[in-house]
T-cell receptor, first 112, second 117 residues
Framework: AQSVTQLGSHVSVSEGALVLLRCNYS??????LFWYVQYPNQGLQLLLK??????LVKGINGFEAEFKKSETSFHLTKPSAHMSDAAEYFC??????????FGKGTTLSVSS | EAGVTQFPSHSVIEKGQTVTLRCDPI?????LYWYRRVMGKEIKFLLH????????ESGMPNNRFLAERTGGTYSTLKVQPAELEDSGVYFC???????????????FGSGTRLTVV
């Protein structure tokens, strides 16, 4: 069985500051890992995903995440936050033939 | 291409009533999934269709929930009778069938916010 833990339900940063959203997973088999973002009144949008290959994954809007097997982590980062990054972010895990398992989400606030 | 469409976007019903949610996947996407997020909790899987067949319905909470996918196109999720704990946001997602489950990725709809009062 898989599970996801997102550390921190709310993260606040200043515009221009580093964004770090933490995600730890549990999986008995090699995982596929995802980050999704939900802006107000919109659906879930895929930011990036890791399936196999390079462990540093680049996504849309300047976000990236690094798969660290030894730490069972897949933290999401962005060097410089923009006001438009304010949203809720979800980490998710799955394997070859199973449904997505989501974390509880982290709301990112960006102040000017 | 049109995205995944869900309607209604919002629904407020009284306890004991029936509500039907609809999802129109992207044309050609044989995989269709329903997920639900109860307030303050994680998004949870409900079920998975491949074309018109239920591939996995292990996440359906109880027999008050009935999902159908007519002709492998749109899908409906009926809640009858609705209870207070059914309130939440119901998401639908679709994907093409590929060599692995997530080869082509999911596309999510905007969700239906259901409030049972």
């Amino acid at each position: 069985a898989q599970s996801v833990t997102q550390l921190g339900s709310h993260v606040s940063v200043s515009e221009g500051a580093l964004v770090l959203l933490r995600c730890n997973y549990s999986s008995s088999v090699p995982p596929y890992l995802f980050w999704y973002v939900q802006y107000p009144n919109q659906g879930l949008q895929l930011l990036l995903k890791y399936t196999t290959g390079a462990t540093l994954v680049k996504g849309i809007n300047g976000f990236e995440a690094e798969f660290k097997k030894s730490e069972t982590s897949f933290h999401l980062t962005k060097p410089s936050a923009h006001m438009s990054d304010a949203a809720e972010y979800f980490c998710a895990v799955t394997t070859r033939r199973s449904a997505l398992i989501f974390g509880k989400g982290t709301t990112l606030s960006v102040s000017s | 291409e049109a995205g995944v469409t869900q309607f209604p976007s919002h629904s407020v019903i009284e306890k004991g009533q029936t509500v039907t949610l609809r999802c129109d996947p992207i044309s050609g996407h044989d995989n269709l999934y329903w997920y639900r997020r109860v307030m303050g909790k994680e998004i949870k899987f409900l079920l998975h269709f491949v074309k018109e067949s239920k591939q996995d319905e292990s996440g359906m909470p109880n027999n008050r929930f009935l999902a159908e996918r007519t002709g492998g196109t749109y899908s409906t999720l009926k809640v009858q009778p609705a209870e207070l704990e059914d309130s939440g946001v119901y998401f639908c997602a679709s994907s093409q069938v590929g060599p692995t489950e997530y080869y082509y990725g999911y596309t999510f709809g905007s969700g239906t916010r259901l409030t049972v009062v």
